[in-house]
Each structure stands twice: as structure tokens, then as C-alpha cells.
């Protein structure tokens, strides 16, 4: 019985390695890599005229992460040139060019800068960081690159079918997890969304509806809808193209009425992982055939070809007659491939054979990676749900609000005094003397961060005790103190798990008016 169990996972095992090893087209993910380096290349000119200033230059003072308190911005103006060296790499990264250097070294330097200060975390840099890691090992640069014109033989038509499927789990979480945490009392009453959008009613057309509330309530479960069901939508074939139309006319709005540095535009163009991985040459075909341009007929990959030779494969006849056929093997749904995006199933049928096409023997992935894209998936999976394990709401006490995609939930106006009290005095610090304006205002209603500062403030007071009068409101509710006015923060630790005591709860109630 025992060796029975063992000898059936050790079957699954090996049927997911072959099946992560099956070859798929490479077109949507070159598609993925060249737009990602372009959205890499206008995220840098965002930042460099402006916030770089706010967060790393006009300040003597930053909120480390715990862990890396060592990490410190590098001095004169060695932040700019950070900005300018991932501005290069991320050219690099879009042509192809050197390119497990160039995203291995846009990788370290992107991480670099977004550990520096708390502040500045978004969860789009957040996700820059995690999408630039994987790509490291994701073979990229096989197509549409100066590396495969550079190095023939390394090029390739085809990737491993685990990098498509990473990038559609990665950024399906970014979705699915940005509707959980909307699954949250104020959010289902309609809290911060109405607040934001009776500011917006000066937008041209569409800003007069945001003064009525079934506009509101539309908005408000639509997008909690949207966030949670659009993944299972884009991997059903029958519902793709709707529903990518729908994802793309969501990021526009969120675009349209919140700005968001980059991140709908890279959600839009990632979103297009979950079309057929040959996408981008059926779009191709489509056009030549609607311009009366004849096309030339197979790629020589062999790999490829034995992939458009296999029923269920990718290629529907990449470059040839049958390239936008629907009725090509590619293009069909059957036992192997029901959800119609082209990624053969092996060991459909009640098999687990490593070989595909034209008698091709398929290389299963090695244990070591099979190894880590499980433990990938399980970190991305639990992680978002650590809040559940602390009291409180982590839209007012922060605590696990960081790395779970909790995105567009809360607005958290209020103050902060700092009182500092030594050899029998007490006197009152001014925060704006030791941060930019951002991170002044990232700190009122960030408890860790106002205990940080504190501890600052201590150190450079030789050991002077620091409390902390605040006044804070959550989502338009009458103001409150955030931290107990009492407690020493300079002698709280800052490195706790679970719920810091000193955090007051909240207890004062939606307005209603």
C-alpha cells in the first residue's frame, strides 16, 4: 500500500516535470519580454525627474525594511545613476541584447532601490521585482532578439512550456488576490471608492455619473467581480476575448481616474499570457492575409515543427496556410486541451508520455526547478493570507498589509506630533526637518514607520524617550489615535509577529452621511 502511494506520486511528479517541459511557441512570452522592457524603460523616466528627489535625495532619513536596515542609497548622485543604468538595461531587456545579463542586472538594481526605503513600496514595484527574478531563468531571449541573430544556434521558436504558465500564475495573482482583500467590510460598503470618486466628477463625460450612487455600488461590486473571476474568464477559451476586453477597459479606467505610474498599462500587455502562446503569429498571419501578403511557410525550428505536428500542440502552422485556422489541430479543444490555449496536455488519454510530434523526446525538467516552481506557487499563495492570522484590520494597523495585494483600499489622512522627553524636559520635534514630504505623509498612518522614526529620533537625542501624539482617519471616519500616546515607541522592538499591543484597535465606525 505504501509503495503503491509512493509510486503514484512519484507518477504525478514525473508527468508534471514532462508536462512543464512540453515545447510551446515562444511568441507571447518574447511579446512579454519586449513590453515588459519598454514599461521598465518609461518607469524609470517617471520616477528620475521627480520621485527619485522625493524618496532618496531630499531626506536625511529612511524607513528600512527589517532585515535590511543595511541597505542605504548610494551617496551623491549614484541614485541617479541607478535610474539611468536600469533605464539601459531595460532597452537591453526589450531587444534582446545580452539578456540574462541585462534582467539578472535590472533584477539586483531594482530590488536595491525598492528595498531602501518603505515608502516607496508599491505593489507594482513589488511585482517588478518578483516578474524580473523568475525571468532570469526563463529562456527570453530565444526569439525576436539580437541574442538569436547574434547566436543562430541558440535560437529557438519554442520555450518550455513552464514559462508561460509562471507568468500566467504570477500575474492571475496579482488579480485573484486583489479581490480577496476587497472582501473587507469597508470596501463592501462601498468605502474609499465612493470618497475617490465624488473627487472625480470633474472628468470630462464620464465624471457626472460618480455623483450617483448606483454608479458607485456598480463600480464597487463590479470591480470586487472583476478582480475575482477574470483569470478562470482568460483560461477559458470561449470567454478569452471578452474578457480580456474587459481587463483592458478596467486598467484604462484605473488609468483614466487614478493614474498608477505603469501598472495598467503592464497589467494590460501581460494580460495577453493568457491568449494561445502563438498569438502573436496568428495576429501576424491575420494581418499579412488581410494586406494580400503571401506567407513563406515554416520556421526551420524542428522543435517547432514536431509541435505543430502533434494534435493539441501550439502551432497551428506558425508562418504557414493554417496559421489563423481555426480548424487547425492548434486551434481545437479536446481531451488534451480544454481550455483552448494550445499548451499540450501530456498524459492526456491516460498517459504520461514524454514525447510529442514527430516521435520528439521531451527532456521532463530537472527536479531542481520542478522544485522550485512548487515552492514558488505555495510562497505566493500563502503569503497574502498572513493577515488572517493577526487581529485587526490591516488597513489600520499595517501589519501583513505589505506583499498581499491590497491595492486601492484605504485613504488614511492625519497627523503625527513627536514629543521627546530628557533630563526632566519634554520638548516637540517637527518631523519635516528629517523626511520629504512623501515620507512624511506615508508615515502618520503607518504604525511601523512612526516607530521607526522614533527610534531615530532617540538615537539622535542620546537615548531620549519618544511618544507620539496621532489623529487618524480610515476611509472618511472621524479622526482617532492610531499608537498609544503613552508607550515609548523609541523602546518598542521593530521586528515583531502578530499584533503590536501599542497599536490602538479601531473602533469608530463608517460615516454614513
Request: net charge neutral; glycine share 8%; hydrophobic share 45%.
Amino acid at each position: 500500500m505504501i509503495a503503491s502511494c509512493g509510486g503514484q506520486r512519484g507518477s504525478s511528479v514525473n508527468r508534471f516535470r514532462v508536462m512543464a517541459a512540453q515545447p510551446v511557441s515562444g511568441a507571447s512570452s518574447a511579446f512579454f519580454r519586449i513590453a515588459f522592457g519598454i514599461a521598465m524603460f518609461v518607469n524609470v523616466w517617471l520616477y528620475l525627474p521627480y520621485l527619485v528627489h522625493d524618496y532618496f535625495i531630499d531626506t536625511t532619513f529612511h524607513f528600512s525594511y527589517a532585515w535590511f536596515t543595511f541597505i542605504e542609497p548610494p551617496p551623491g548622485f549614484g541614485i541617479q545613476a541607478v535610474y539611468v543604468a536600469k533605464a539601459a538595461l531595460a532597452v537591453l531587456i526589450a531587444i534582446g541584447l545580452w539578456y540574462r545579463f541585462a534582467i539578472a542586472a535590472f533584477f539586483v538594481l531594482h530590488t536595491y532601490v525598492f528595498l531602501i526605503d518603505s515608502t516607496f513600496f508599491q505593489n507594482h514595484e513589488y511585482l517588478i521585482s518578483l516578474v524580473s527574478f523568475f525571468m532570469i531563468f526563463m529562456p527570453l531571449e530565444r526569439r525576436w532578439s539580437v541574442d538569436a541573430r547574434r547566436r543562430p544556434a541558440r535560437a529557438s521558436q519554442t520555450v518550455p512550456a513552464w514559462v508561460v504558465w509562471l507568468i500566467r500564475f504570477q500575474f492571475g495573482i496579482v488579480y485573484f488576490y486583489g479581490g480577496v482583500a476587497k472582501l473587507n467590510a469597508d470596501w463592501l460598503q462601498g468605502e474609499p471608492l465612493r470618497m475617490w470618486l465624488h473627487r472625480r466628477t470633474d472628468i470630462e463625460i464620464i465624471g457626472p455619473l460618480f455623483e450617483h450612487e448606483p454608479v458607485i455600488w456598480i463600480m464597487t461590486y463590479g470591480s470586487l467581480i472583476f478582480d475575482l473571476a477574470i483569470v478562470w474568464l482568460l483560461l477559458y477559451r470561449r470567454t478569452r476575448v471578452p474578457a480580456f476586453i474587459i481587463a483592458t477597459c478596467f486598467h484604462l479606467l484605473n488609468a483614466r481616474l487614478f493614474g498608477l505610474y505603469i501598472f495598467p498599462w503592464t497589467m494590460i500587455a501581460a494580460t495577453t499570457i493568457y491568449f494561445r502562446p502563438d498569438w502573436p503569429e496568428l495576429a501576424w498571419a491575420w494581418f499579412r492575409r488581410r494586406r494580400g501578403i503571401v506567407a513563406t511557410g515554416h520556421a526551420s525550428d524542428p522543435q517547432l515543427a514536431s509541435v505543430a505536428a502533434a494534435p493539441h500542440s501550439v502551432n497551428g502552422g506558425v508562418g504557414g496556410p493554417s496559421a489563423g485556422s481555426e480548424s487547425s489541430t492548434a486551434g481545437r479543444t479536446g481531451s488534451g486541451d480544454q481550455s483552448g490555449d494550445g499548451i499540450q496536455q501530456a498524459g492526456s488519454g491516460g498517459t504520461s508520455s514524454p514525447r510529442t510530434g514527430a516521435g520528439t523526446t521531451v527532456r521532463p525538467i530537472s527536479k531542481l526547478l520542478a522544485a522550485f516552481l512548487v515552492g514558488w506557487a505555495v510562497v505566493q499563495i500563502v503569503a497574502p493570507l498572513r493577515h488572517y492570522l493577526i487581529p485587526g484590520s490591516p488597513n489600520w494597523t499595517e501589519e501583513a498589509h505589505r506583499f498581499a495585494w491590497h491595492m486601492k483600499l484605504r485613504d488614511k489622512q492625519g497627523t503625527a506630533t513627536f514629543y521627546l522627553t530628557a533630563d526632566g524636559r519634554t520638548w516637540e520635534v517637527d518631523a519635516s526637518e528629517h523626511l520629504s514630504w512623501k515620507q512624511e505623509f506615508r508615515m502618520y498612518g503607518h504604525p511601523e514607520r512612526l516607530a521607526r522614526f522614533a527610534h531615530h529620533l532617540s538615537d539622535l537625542h542620546d537615548g531620549a524617550e519618544v511618544r507620539v501624539e496621532t489623529s487618524v482617519s480610515l476611509n472618511g471616519r472621524e479622526r482617532v489615535p492610531l499608537v498609544d500616546p503613552e508607550v515609548d515607541l523609541s523602546e518598542v522592538p521593530l521586528v515583531w509577529w502578530g499584533h503590536a499591543d501599542w497599536i490602538l484597535p479601531l473602533e469608530e465606525p463608517l460615516r454614513r452621511d
